[in-house]
Nanobody
Framework: QVHLVESGGGLVQPGGSLRLSCTAS????????IGWYRQAPGKQREMVAL???????IYGDSVKGRFTLTRDNADDTVYLQMISAKPEDTGVYYC?????????WGPGSQVTVSL
């Protein structure tokens, strides 16, 4: 089992920056893929940024060039750095991890981009 906990969400102004953190605990050695998804009101959950195995991060088209995903293996933590925030970035951000069989989700962290 893997347990994921997000932190760092909140209110940010358009054009501003925010950093989300996700710390994994439990059987973290089983994690193969890890990253972030988000869900805006009335919309489907979408991939924001993802690390597959030891590959470089991949990003959703709407966040390319603005979001950066990094992984600290020593602390079992991934970070999502957001810059140039847009109102359409508003939503609940979920940390995601996948092992060989199981998929894990964090409880979610609200991000609101507004004046």
């Amino acid at each position: 089992q893997v347990h994921l906990v997000e932190s760092g969400g909140g209110l940010v102004q358009p054009g501003g920056s925010l950093r989300l953190s996700c710390t994994a605990s439990g059987n973290t050695i089983s994690i193969i893929n890890i990253g972030w998804y988000r869900q805006a009101p009335g919309k489907q959950r979408e991939m924001v940024a993802l690390i597959r195995g030891s590959s470089s991060p991949i990003y959703g088209d709407s966040v390319k060039g603005r979001f950066t995903l990094t992984r600290d293996n020593a602390d079992d933590t991934v970070y999502l750095q957001m810059i140039s925030a847009k109102p359409e970035d508003t939503g609940v951000y979920y940390c995601y991890a996948r092992g060989r069989i199981d998929t894990y989700w964090g409880p979610g962290s609200q991000v609101t981009v507004s004046l």
